[in-house]
């Protein structure tokens, strides 16, 4: 009865297969790891910017600003994590160097050597932050969109144990993560079809162990040095915040701000934690300035 119960509440029911990928937009290669689902727009001859994203959402997050720098003539690149949106979700430790390498990989399919522009939203930040710091060479500057940085926190009794964790998650947790998204926004009534695609991924086996992994196998990990190393570097820095963004809160711009003093803030008015979002004008217009200048 209880394995039945699981079976019934679990909405991860079907496969990433050829069929999918045929069916959904955007392109794919096969890395190391598997299918890594991608987006590459605007002329060949563009200025490369890679948009990383957060901690579980599909590249989808960075629609308009996608859109809004491709239009301005830049060469854009975003994709899916492992384990999020379209892209395979292997069985593997989701550590730090697992998102690095996937990136690294990335860049060199789609035949990108030279060096990138470099965002990172919320947790995005701390896989550009590792990114820069191991290939210095290959990164210009660095942008931070409500950034979150890699610190130790302690893991559960609950998910140290993987499959007692999957079984109590699928009827608790789980079933809140699509609306939870909702609390990203300063407005969200105006957003009322992100938890629809947020489900989308989360129908795909693999999405929830992918979820524990992320946690897991970065609970030591700590980025207090490298993000020094990165602030050193003579690389410019801009930094992009919602003014009302209750995840990472406005305020720890300032601790920021002491180690990357050269940086440039642009606070966003009237958003939340994805100010690309709620104020594309002004984030889009923030970005081409910078990158122009």
């Known amino acids: 009865m209880p394995f039945g119960l699981y079976r019934w509440a679990d909405p991860e ?10 069916s959904a937009p955007g392109q794919f290669v096969h890395l190391t790891s598997g299918y890594t ?3 590459l727009g605007a002329p060949p001859n563009g200025r490369v910017v890679v948009f990383v994203a957060g901690f579980s959402e599909p590249y989808y997050i960075w629609d308009p600003t996608f859109d809004g720098l491709t239009n301005a003539g830049f060469r854009v690149l975003r994709y899916d994590y492992y384990g999020r949106g379209y892209s395979d ?14 990136l690294q990989e990335l860049l060199d399919a789609v ?5 990138v522009d470099l965002a990172g939203l919320s947790m995005g930040a701390a896989v550009v932050t590792s990114f820069a710091d191991r290939y210095p060479h290959r990164v210009r500057p660095v942008i931070y969109f409500d950034p979150s940085f890699r610190s130790r926190w302690p893991t559960s009794w609950l998910q140290e144990r993987p499959a007692l964790w999957e079984f109590v998650t699928v009827f608790t947790d789980e079933r809140l993560w699509a609306d939870s998204q909702l609390y990203d926004f300063q407005h969200p009534e105006r957003f009322q079809e992100w938890p629809d695609r947020y489900r989308v991924q989360m129908q795909y086996r693999g999405f ?9 196998s970065n609970a030591a990990a700590d980025q207090a040095e490298q993000l020094k ?44 934690h994805l100010p690309q979002l709620e104020e594309p ?8 300035a910078f990158l122009r200048k």
Request: cysteine-free; glycine content about 2%; hydrophobic content about 40%.
């Open 13 to 22: 029911r079907l496969d990433l297969d050829d069929r999918v990928r045929a």
């Open 37 to 39: 689902h991608y987006e």
């Open 89 to 102: 979700r292997p069985d593997v430790p989701y550590d730090e160097d697992f998102y690095v390498r996937q």
């Open 111 to 115: 035949h990108i050597s030279t060096p």
């Open 208 to 216: 929830r162990r992918a979820r524990l992994s992320e946690i897991v």
């Open 229 to 272: 190393r990165v602030a050193e570097h003579p690389r410019r820095v801009l930094l992009i915040w919602g003014k009302q963004d209750r995840s990472v809160p406005f305020e720890e711009s300032e601790k920021l701000l002491q180690i990357m003093p050269k940086a440039t803030l642009v606070p966003v008015e009237d958003a939340g």
């Open 281 to 288: 004008a002004i984030v889009n217009a923030a970005l081409v």
